[in-house]
């Protein structure tokens, strides 16, 4: 049987130090996606909704905060689209919020967001 050869990085010049495989591929905090869940073949996670949104009926989410009252009102519109309105101390009172689109800012005082219906997607979700 061969001998384990450490695989050593660097060291090549003066000063510099050498750095171990081992410690490049380190666990870094992030966790890796599994195979199966990027497999289309594979058998579906089992992925529980917290809520199910009925059509056309707004629905009011308050945060879990102790400081402020504060939340959503999401609906689900019969054209497959969403409304989303941000609301603060009551939820009949609707307050302007920042929009972050592909995380670029469209905008800080946005009152009611309507996201649509992507036609592009089947209903397999390819």
């Given amino acids: ?41 594979a058998v579906k996670r089992d992925i529980r909704p917290d809520m199910i949104l009925p059509v056309d009926k707004r629905m009011v989410l308050k945060a879990d905060s102790e400081e402020y009252q504060r939340g959503l009102i999401v609906t689900w519109k019969s054209d497959g689209g969403y409304d989303v309105e941000y609301w603060f101390e009551t939820p009949d009172n609707i307050v302007p919020a920042e929009l972050k689109g592909d995380g670029k800012s469209k905008g800080k005082s946005i009152k009611k967001v309507y996201l649509g219906y992507h036609p592009e997607i089947d209903k397999n979700g390819e």
């Fill in 1 to 41: 049987m061969a001998d384990k050869k450490e695989h050593v990085y660097g060291g090549q010049w003066d000063g510099q130090p050498k750095i171990k495989l081992k410690d490049l591929i380190k666990p870094s905090g992030m966790e890796v996606i599994p195979d199966e869940f990027k497999d289309k073949e």
